[in-house]
């Protein structure tokens, strides 16, 4: 998790350092890292202690979206079995994704977030390959079974992550990063600066004292 978190606190330093400037531009260019996708690996069985490990950390500076990778290894009623282990092993370790019941802002929200954070984590499955289902082109997966469709809500549940991403709550979660994670790393930057300011000062009136 390392070399995330040094990337994400990267482009929010990047951004204090434009906004600190005494002129500076107009429009600031964003960078910061709005959501993290987290992929989990369909075993079936409890989160692993890495993947606890590492969403514990990154829940603290960027929105995480978890996402059941690979879901066609899992039959419908695995699926939804490891769904209800995953929530329950972010709840009991108190890991933080993305909706936060937090910051929800109203009634109206809540019950929108809610049945997102039912569905969470969000069971996908990948594929850059076309196929002909019922005289159309779609995206999809081919197995012995038939066509896994990308876009169907029935087979796939990539169209839910997509919307929430892009559409339905992407300025929300810009929002989150900028009045949430971005504010907590610009006061502690802002804090050690001071601290290492003070600390300047008293050691240059030391020197004047002792010449």
Not at 180 to 200: M, P, Q
Request: hydrophobic share 35%; charged share 35%; proline share 4%.
């Amino acid at each position: 998790w390392e070399p995330i978190e040094k990337y994400i606190n990267e482009q929010y330093e990047k951004y204090l350092r434009e906004e600190i400037v005494i002129n500076r531009k107009r429009r600031i260019p964003d960078t910061r890292v709005h959501s993290c996708v987290y992929f989990v690996p369909p075993t079936g069985h409890r989160l692993r202690p890495l993947d606890l490990e590492f969403m514990q950390r990154l829940g603290k500076i960027v929105n995480v979206v978890p996402v059941i990778a690979k879901a066609d290894t899992l039959t419908m009623e695995e699926r939804q079995d490891f769904k209800q282990k995953v929530r329950h092993d972010l709840e009991v370790h108190g890991i933080s994704v993305y909706p936060q019941k937090e910051y929800d802002e109203d009634l109206e929200d809540r019950l929108i977030n809610d049945k997102i954070r039912e569905n969470i984590p969000f069971a996908v499955v990948g594929t850059d390959k076309e196929h002909q289902v019922n005289g159309k082109r779609v995206l999809g997966r081919k197995t012995k079974w038939g066509i896994i469709e990308v876009e169907n809500v029935a087979h796939c549940e990539f169209t839910n992550l997509r919307d929430l991403l892009i559409r339905s709550h992407l300025q929300d979660l810009k929002d989150i990063t900028h009045n949430i994670h971005y504010e907590s790393y610009r006061v502690r930057r802002l804090k050690e600066n001071s601290a290492d300011a003070t600390g300047f000062s008293a050691l240059t009136s030391l020197n004047k004292t002792m010449v």
